[in-house]
Nanobody, 123 residues
Framework: VQLQASGGGLVQPGGSLRLSCVAS????????MGWFRQAPGKEREFVAR????????YYADSVKGRFTISRDNAKNAVYLQMNSLKPEDTATYYC?????????????????WGQGTQVTVSS
């Protein structure tokens, strides 16, 4: 499956952004989807995960209550709504697809990656 992420940009602290990731190539609903992020000089970290039918979600503690992951299998898309953004949310955000079920929160559990979209939170 090929993934294309979009929606990043520059936003002020406290603002919102919605990231989108569109999939092509294989049956999107076969995959559990995740969002990861990587800031300069730091390792890629887990942000959120949603299972194939949208009924189970997981969030990193750092974004819980501010970010919401969702998906639309009819549109082959997964989204990340980011509210109350903080400067520490600044990073390149990646969507990823996983064939593994359960609580997979590490990058090694995802076999397909999008190209990344930059999110910068700054005044």
């Amino acid at each position: 499956v090929q993934l294309q992420a979009s929606g990043g940009g520059l936003v002020q602290p406290g603002g919102s952004l919605r990231l989108s990731c569109v999939a092509s190539g294989r049956t999107f609903s076969n995959y559990n989807m995740g969002w990861f992020r990587q800031a300069p000089g730091k390792e890629r970290e887990f942000v959120a995960r949603i299972n194939w039918n949208g009924r189970t979600v997981y969030y990193a503690d750092s974004v819980k209550g501010r970010f919401t992951i969702s998906r639309d299998n009819a549109k082959n898309a997964v989204y990340l709504q980011m509210n109350s953004l903080k400067p520490e949310d600044t990073a390149t955000y990646y969507c990823a697809a996983s064939a593994y079920g359960g609580r997979v929160l590490t990058a090694s559990g995802y076999g397909h990656w999008g190209q990344g979209t930059q999110v910068t939170v700054s005044s």
